[in-house]
């Protein structure tokens, strides 16, 4: 992993900090009680993401994202090191949850959804051109070096 890399990895994590703020502020104007739920989704759902993802990279000692790979060391070793249809589908669907539900909010506000959309679209561009070309995982589909998907 290069450095170009190393700093498309710590931006788009920097970014999605910055997207993340964005939606719990959105949520905060309305309801103090959802925006601490939703805060709180966040955490549990990227620790469930680095739990089924992040612990069966081969590359967690070298993370592009840096952050990710060296909290595994807290969790218990992953027997298997082979991603399965439901390690793909629990992430997505995390994913998908944390995007999804702050959109009520952010559209409420005229300014604030576009900025949201904005940062998504350059964290995934950023990981898709420059973090997932480059990473070594080739377990990972996502990985442009090999595709492996498991049953
Ligand atoms: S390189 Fe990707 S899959 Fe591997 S530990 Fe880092 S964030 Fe997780």
Redo the contacts with the bound molecule.
Sequence with gaps: ?NLKNKFH?IMSIALLDVATIFAIYSIAIKSILFSALYTLFVFVAFGL??YT????????N?????F??PI?RLMPESRSKVYSKSDYYITGLLVFLVVILPQYWLWQLTVLPYLYLGLLAVIGLQINKY??AK?N?TA?AMCKKKLIVTS
């Design positions: 992993m990895g993401i680095i993802f992040c612990r069966k990279c081969k590359t967690r070298d993370c592009s994202h840096v990710f790979g595994t973090v997932c990473c995982n990972c």
